[in-house]
């Protein structure tokens, strides 16, 4: 420990030894400052910057003095002024995202439990049927339900067949329950494996002990699992509500309707406007702005995480 | 009454004590659960899976349908992979581009990340300074930083900062190695806790230099860690699709993810889809098969469980 630990005799040595883990760190720091740090600059300058009165293409200033507001204020205008279009749309995100987590963690939650304490010796088959859909892409799932939503696809086949209703439901015709079950079944695979990951490192011991001591299974659940699962269930609903808000080919695929439409599908679509694209900018600066808070809280856990294991 | 409440559950547990000794040894004779079975989360979990797995199945079946419905069974046919002389994926060229097009950034991506991930993983965990530190701090950020609010930001460094550098696979090859580069950096910084510094202090000790260590005792140490991070990037280029939805341009840097997504939008896009996604899902089955075989033989000797082989390539 004496020779590697840092604290060592030799000074020139352990210059020599920083100099080799500098040279190690050097390329990944070159990278993400040109690639990560760079273009978040580039949006800021293009939302703060102006629009080509001729070609109509949004012209970046790169000196942060001269930033105007213009974008902003056009954003912010459709925000919240009078005819404003992103406000609905802003409101109607927040409502699918908090409807999908919500739905994807009370369903999430009772298999991740059930796999980590009853799976035993299933649970490696278990934990592979989990895995699955984390190797298929998100287009086929969505593809996977395109073709079972269809008019005359299994899902309108099998309630009317039930007769639970006379005509089948134009179930891609622009429905919010579609959306939201899109969301539902695109993120849910994400959230069950941090919650199992979590939910596994519960020490059963102390479940046991609950249970030694007394308490019913119900209970012990209440006081022993689920205070012990908090940190994992608020990793996992992060992992899933952050991407969910920036989400637009869910919508785009199992929709298409601009009645369902959520924030991302106006960035995205401004982003392929021409005259539009400062306002894109300024609008993606606004949902990042949105979530730095619930972003910088998962960044400083996982930092506190490992810094406590090493 | 308040003594009864207060001795009550004290008596019940000597009283039960013994009752309890026989059966836990009974119970630790039987490889079972230590409780009662729960049915109801049971039948919930197999309810959940079935759920999520059926609609993927009955999507590869209509991939081989022999007629253009997505949802009525015609009888079985490779129509849609190779026979059709229009709308197969072997003579459409802009699907069999596709699945060119995403293998190559698969492939491409790879190569670049996981030795600029591995060796930043490294060098982060060793080199403690506030360059290091902030670093550490944006590749986390980039790790959890909604996808499309990244590819805007791509979108507008390539079309209004780097020019030279236009829409299309270059673009989208250095997207998505920002994009995945926190993959191995991770998953090697988990590794080299758990492997801790004895091992290269042996190696200093018995006269070998900083680099030496490294390369002789770290890496083959770490390459189990380094595999299951290709694994892990391979596949998830693969199924990446913002990235490359905003930065390709043409059809022809359009991977199979964009143009499922294209020819998709609310509607019936034809089983030629289908079985380009089933493509998709095959490339990534192969690959986590790969992965799982190759986990599993270079941690041989050191009695790695199945599940933690499932999670280390999956990236739990």
């Not at chain 1, 629009?51 to 205008?77: C, D, E, M, R, Y």
């Not at chain 1, 995100?93 to 059930?114: D, E, M």
């Not at chain 1, 606004?286 to 996982?302: D, E, H, K, Q, R």
């Not at chain 2, 294209?262 to 019936?268: E, L, M, Q």
Request: aromatic share 12%; net charge positive; proline share 4%.
């Amino acid at each position: 420990m004496a020779r590697l630990g840092g604290g060592r005799e030799d000074g020139r040595d352990d210059a020599r030894t920083r100099l080799v883990w500098a040279a190690f760190t050097a390329p990944g720091i070159v990278w993400l400052l040109l690639l990560f740090v760079v273009p978040f600059y580039a949006v800021l300058s293009i939302a703060g910057g102006q629009l080509n009165p001729i070609f109509q293409s949004a012209v970046p200033v790169w000196n942060p003095l001269h930033w105007t507001g213009a974008n902003f204020a056009k954003s912010w205008s459709d925000l919240v002024g009078t005819g404003a279009f992103i406000g609905p749309i802003f409101v109607r995100t927040v409502v699918f995202v908090a409807i999908a987590s919500g739905l994807s963690l009370l369903i999430a939650f009772p298999v991740a439990y059930f796999v980590t304490r009853f799976g035993g010796r299933r649970k490696g088959i278990f934990l592979a049927l989990l895995i699955a859909p984390f190797w298929i892409s998100y287009m086929m799932r969505m593809l996977a339900w395109i073709d079972l939503l269809q008019n005359d696809g299994y899902v309108n086949k099998a309630l009317t067949f039930l007769h639970l209703v006379n005509h089948p439901v134009d179930w891609l015709g622009g429905q919010s329950a579609t959306v939201i079950l899109g969301l539902v079944y695109g993120y849910i695979p994400y959230l069950i494996l941090v919650l199992y990951s979590g939910l596994d490192r519960i020490d059963s011991r102390l479940i046991e002990a609950g249970r030694d001591l007394g308490l019913s299974g119900w209970r012990t659940f209440l006081r022993v699992t689920l205070p012990l699962s908090r940190q994992s269930v608020l990793t996992g609903m992060l992992i899933t509500v952050l991407p969910m808000c920036g989400d637009y080919y869910t919508n785009q695929m199992l929709s298409g309707s601009s009645g369902t439409s959520m924030v991302g599908n106006v960035i995205d679509g401004q982003l392929n406007a021409t005259g539009l694209q400062g306002e894109g900018a300024a609008l993606s600066v606004l949902l990042l702005a949105v979530l730095l808070v619930p972003m910088l809280y998962y960044v400083i856990s996982t930092n506190r995480a490992s810094a406590e294991l090493a | 009454m308040q003594l009864r409440a207060e001795t009550g559950p004290a008596v019940d547990v000597a009283g039960a004590a013994a009752p309890l000794a026989v059966a836990r040894r009974a119970r630790s004779l039987l490889p079972r659960n230590p409780w009662r079975h729960a049915w109801f989360l049971e039948s919930f979990t197999w309810c959940y899976l079935a759920w999520s797995i059926l609609p993927i199945a009955l999507a590869v079946l209509f991939s081989f349908n022999n007629g253009k419905s997505q949802s009525v069974w015609q009888g079985f046919s490779l129509r849609w992979y190779t026979s059709d002389p229009l709308n197969s994926v072997l003579h459409n060229p802009q699907l069999h581009q596709a699945v060119l097009q995403t293998l190559w950034l698969s492939l491409y991506t790879t190569l670049i990340t996981v030795p600029l991930g591995v060796a930043f993983g490294i060098g982060i965990d060793r080199w403690h300074t506030r360059t290091s530190s902030a670093f550490n701090f944006v590749m986390i950020f980039s790790f959890v930083v909604p996808e499309l609010i990244f590819g805007v930001a791509l979108f507008f460094v390539f079309t209004a900062l780097f020019t030279s550098i236009h829409l299309g696979t270059l673009a989208e090859v250095l997207g998505l190695v920002t994009w995945n580069l926190s993959w191995p950096a991770i998953i090697v910084r988990a590794r080299l806790v758990s492997i801790g510094r004895q091992y290269e202090e042996a190696a200093a000790d018995l006269g070998a230099s900083r680099l030496e260590a490294v390369r002789r005792v770290l890496l083959p140490m770490l390459m189990p860690a380094i595999f299951a991070s290709a694994v892990l990037v391979f596949a998830t280029v693969v199924d990446d699709f913002v990235i490359v939805d905003l930065l390709s341009s043409t059809g022809n840097t359009q991977p199979m993810s964009v143009i499922i997504y294209s020819n998709t939008h609310g509607g019936n896009g034809g089983p030629a889809l289908n079985a380009l996604a089933t493509l998709m899902l095959l490339f990534s089955f192969v690959v986590a098969a790969l992965g799982y075989a190759g986990y599993r033989w270079m941690t041989r000797g050191e009695r790695v469980g199945r599940q933690e082989t499932l999670t280390s390539i999956a990236g739990m």
